[in-house]
């Protein structure tokens, strides 16, 4: 079992910065891809960003290309998401998520993909 909990959110203006962490516990993650999504109230659980457990290959949706940035400390079983040039329309909670099966070549990860979740932490860019 896989504990995940996220920090970092918060408000801030637009154009400004977060950088959200991710700590996992209970086993470490070093062998599985991971990722971050988001939510807003109505909508369903969208991606965000993923990277390999190797670290070397990453994946970010369309919205956030240039604008955020994806991380991860194997030996500190933790994973972080930069987040700069920050826009009104990305504010949501955003949740970090571990790939059940380890090893995986891919550096995606799809929502239903995703074996656990952290309870989310909350973002939120005012204009």
């Known amino acids: 079992q896989v504990r995940l909990v996220e920090s970092g959110g918060g408000l801030v203006q637009a154009g400004g910065s977060l950088r959200l962490s991710c700590a996992a516990s209970g086993r470490s993650i070093s062998s599985h891809t991971m990722g971050w999504f988001r939510q807003t109230p109505g909508k369903e659980r969208e991606f965000v960003a993923s990277i390999m457990w190797t670290g070397g290959g990453t994946h970010y949706a369309d919205s956030v290309k240039g604008r955020f940035s994806i991380s991860r400390d194997n030996a500190g079983n933790m994973l972080y998401l930069q987040m700069n040039s920050l826009e009104v329309e990305d504010t949501a909670v955003y949740y970090c998520?571990?790939?059940?099966?380890?090893?995986?070549?891919?550096?995606?990860?799809?929502?239903?993909?995703?074996?656990?979740w952290g309870q989310g932490t909350q973002v939120t860019v005012s204009s």
């Open positions: 998520g571990v790939d059940p099966i380890p090893w995986n070549s891919d550096e995606s990860l799809a929502a239903d993909g995703v074996g656990y």
